[in-house]
């Protein structure tokens, strides 16, 4: 004879046995009921169940049927469809974004993750177990701490050349500040995102950042005067922090500046991905998808509310010059001809109002931003050029000794080698 087999939960179970007692006689049908935690009135309805349908009246009604909610075939169709041709670069959250975004298929992650794995499509990257960090606490305000750093990769495919993206962040919200491609990591990258930042926002208290030659001193040189001084002199890009009163914290390993690097690997999973959907392949669309899109997706999609409400942004006070301070600076001697020469570059200076010669003066030379070039004498603009390209600066020994108090000293100085 056989036998049905019902498949009952643990709850199901129980009231089976409790219901069983109380059929026999070895426990009231109201004490029956305390244990199930349901009212005597649906004890007794229970136990009418069972003894008409049997054990199978215990059981819900839906078990066993398909969800009315449940995914069509064609609809789980389609989706798989849809992971192997267009989206195949995108993980399952950023999928299930743009399904509902561009294909107007509203599922949730868990469902695509579930018919993605069903079908063999393995995850886009592994979960590995994570080493033990200490957490370091946001700061309360926007504006107190920006975190930035380039990231070389393969942004646009493994058949394209590697280039950098630079990209900026505000610890306090993880709002992406200001993001663009450059071809490789460099002083004028960083200048570049300084100088967006403090244009669009104002000036924040401090910059978190790595030891990168760009960013910091890792030479071994001193000259006389930072012997005396105890600290050697900034780089290019130190030089502009300190002019504007931004204070650097140099971070001794990838981990302490964890939130920017977490954001570059956020942005090599999606960036990359939305790039390849729009067949972006060069540096220039692809500043111009982030300048335009994605920046302000990323924000809506990503950004945090501060502590405080209150932003910590410096105002650039009235009167100063960003293009001046944001820029490349050199030392230079007007030569008895009246001209700074830096690399093999001739600025002639025109006579003054107020002086007729500069020789022998010593100027200071700004290759601002755009490339185009400015010699001040005391504050005062005495010559501008047109631009040339961008180069390196590099620490070495000026060409003309005779204006060396010490012969180890080293400056920096434009050398045609040097390009950006």
Known sequence: MERDIVAMSQRERQRFHLLEMAIGGKATLKDAGKRMGVSYRHAKRLKKKL????AKGLVHGNRGRPSPKALSSELAERILKLSVSMYTNFNDTHFTEKLKEREAITVSRDTVRRLRRASGIAAKRKRRPKKHHKRRPRKPQEGMMVLWDGSPHRWFGKDRPPCCLMAAVDDATGKLLEAF????????????????IVTRYGIPLSIYQDRHGTLHRNDDNWTLDEQLAGEQEPTQVGW??????????FALSPQAKGRIERLFG????????????????EIEGANEFLKTLFIEDYNRRFGLKPELCQRAWRKVAKGLDIERTISFCYQGVVGNDNAVRLGGMVIDIPEGPRRRGYAKAKAEVR??????????????????????PLKEPIRAKPRRKSHIRASSEQRWVYMASAAV
């Open 51 to 54: 003894v008409t349908e049997g």
């Open 181 to 196: 491609f450059i071809p490789h990591e460099c002083s004028f990258g960083y200048l570049k995102l300084l100088e967006e």
């Open 240 to 249: 502009c922090l300190k002019s504007l009163g931004i204070s650097p914290i």
């Open 266 to 281: 956020v942005l090599q999973d999606r960036l990359i991905a939305e790039m390849e959907l729009r067949e972006i392949t």
């Open 367 to 388: 290759q601002l931003l755009d490339g185009s070039w400015r010699v001040y004498y005391k504050d005062t603009l005495i010559a501008q050029t047109d631009p040339t």
